[in-house]
């Protein structure tokens, strides 16, 4: 836990700086910085001051607060990859990745953007991907939380499902606090095969 609480953190801090601090760069290639002769060169200043003057900044060199909610909401998403390719570990992910690729995570994606747009832009910044998958054979991918009501907004789980004449099924699905998270809302099953799956994370 220790650990996701610091990557929020550290990817908190870059979304809200990206490109709200810039060090002005004032060496010349040719001044000589051992004699403490450091001026701005003659373009270098008209440059500077020119855009202290010119107002006619174009939107792409600023970065809008809707594009740093993007970035914020897409590092989420890839977050939510990791945790799906943690919980299933190496042995289960060889086998069943292009299923993974073609169908489990692109509705997970679908899922996440729509209760991204449900919450609102303002709401979704205080989001985070929280608690880590449960190993063995507990169902837990993560919980998406919302630090600022201090509630799970959904929880994402995978169980395993034996069919009798077919075999194993993963089942990946999500709850919503609505119904204290009881109804299993479909992402996609995932055939593994007739014989017994291992452990989660193994």
Do not use: C
């Amino acid at each position: 836990m220790k650990l996701w609480m610091k990557k929020i953190t550290v990817l908190l801090v870059t979304v809200l700086t990206l490109g709200l601090y810039v060090p002005p760069i004032y060496l010349d290639a040719e001044s000589d910085v051992d004699k403490g002769e450091v001026e701005p060169g003659e373009d270098q200043s008209k440059q500077l001051e020119q855009g202290v003057e010119d107002s006619s900044i174009s939107k792409a060199d600023v970065i809008v607060p809707e594009e740093t909610n993007h970035l914020y909401l897409q590092e989420l998403n890839n977050l939510a990859r990791e945790q799906v390719l943690m919980k299933l570990g190496n042995k289960i992910t060889t086998k069943i990745n292009v299923d993974l690729d073609r169908v489990v995570l692109p509705n997970l994606e679908v899922v996440l953007d729509h209760l991204y747009e449900k919450i609102g832009e303002e709401e979704s910044q205080f989001l985070m991907i929280a608690e880590e998958p449960s190993s063995g054979y507990g169902e837990r991918i993560f919980n998406l939380h919302n630090i600022k009501e201090k509630q799970d907004v959904a929880r994402f789980h995978v169980n395993r499902v034996r069919k009798p004449q077919d075999g194993y099924y993963f089942q990946f699905h999500y709850h919503l606090p609505n119904d204290q998270y009881e109804e299993h809302l479909p992402l996609a099953d995932i055939y593994w095969g007739k014989d017994t799956p291992p452990k989660w994370m193994s």
